[in-house]
């Protein structure tokens, strides 16, 4: 079965920087287009970010674009995400899920790793 | 990149129907049939529960429903049961690889 699993997640201080990965298993990773979700404490669902199962395209949320890096090594069955300068409201569970295809929506999702900016 | 609108909570006793309407625009919603809904519990992932308008993913009840018109979608719920008490989000593709979420639905079974 599809399992993702985030780790990664940590207390950092604002400007800080962090790296998130998920490992994927039970699907063929590097035939599917990968996403990053996140949820503040007590909010809603928020897409952050998309890259293509073969790494060529990637898409951000303007409220992140040029602070967070989205990559993929097929190799290593794993994604990431590069968090760089680091804000308080980028405080949130973040998640990684599947594409069930092109466009579509997110059919599987990992258990999450919070992130934490505070001083 | 703005938050589609859904109510914030809606209830239903057990055996009643229930409708989470969400709100977009035609550029999102209203300009794609690629809208899914999500039922989230406390502290857990959240589950796709509807995707494309109306299709739902193998092992989904058929109790749970989906429809759209112009830049609304709607999410039925029929046969409440206790274990239907979540949170509810709605998700549009935007175009260009961007999608956006709903402000979700807090669901209470009476």
Redesign the interface.
């Given at each position: 079965q599809v399992q993702l699993v985030e780790s990664g997640g940590d207390v950092v201080q604002p400007g800080g920087s962090l790296r998130l990965s998920c490992t994927a298993s039970g699907f063929s990773f590097s035939s599917n287009d990968m996403?990053w979700?996140r949820q503040a404490p007590g909010k809603?669902?928020?897409?952050v970010t998309?890259i293509t199962y073969d790494g060529k395209?990637?898409?951000y949320?303007?409220s992140v674009k040029g602070r967070f890096t989205i990559s993929r090594d097929n190799s290593k069955n794993t994604l990431y995400l590069q968090m760089n300068s680091l804000r308080t409201e980028d405080t949130a569970v973040y998640?990684c899920a599947k594409d069930?295809r092109g466009?579509?929506?997110?059919?599987?999702?990992?258990?999450?790793t919070l992130v934490t900016v505070s001083s | 990149?703005s938050?589609m609108t859904q109510p914030r909570s809606v209830s239903g006793s057990p055996g009643q129907s229930v409708t989470i309407s969400c709100t977009g625009t035609s550029s999102d919603v209203g300009g794609?049939d690629?809208v899914?809904w999500?039922q989230?519990h406390p502290g857990k992932?959240?589950?796709?529960m509807i995707?494309?308008v109306t299709k739902r993913?193998s092992g989904v009840p058929d109790r749970f429903s989906g429809s759209k018109s112009a830049n609304t979608a709607s999410l039925t719920i029929s046969g409440l049961q206790a274990e239907d008490e979540a949170d509810y989000?709605c998700?549009s593709?935007a175009g260009?690889?961007?999608?956006?979420?709903?402000?979700?639905t807090k669901l209470t079974v009476l």
């Open positions: 996403n979700v809603g669902l928020e897409w998309f395209k990637k898409s949320r303007d998640y069930l466009g579509c929506c997110f059919d599987s999702w990992g258990q999450g | 990149q938050v794609y690629f899914s999500f989230q992932a959240p589950k796709l995707f494309d993913p989000y998700c593709y260009n690889y961007f999608w956006v979420f709903g402000g979700g």
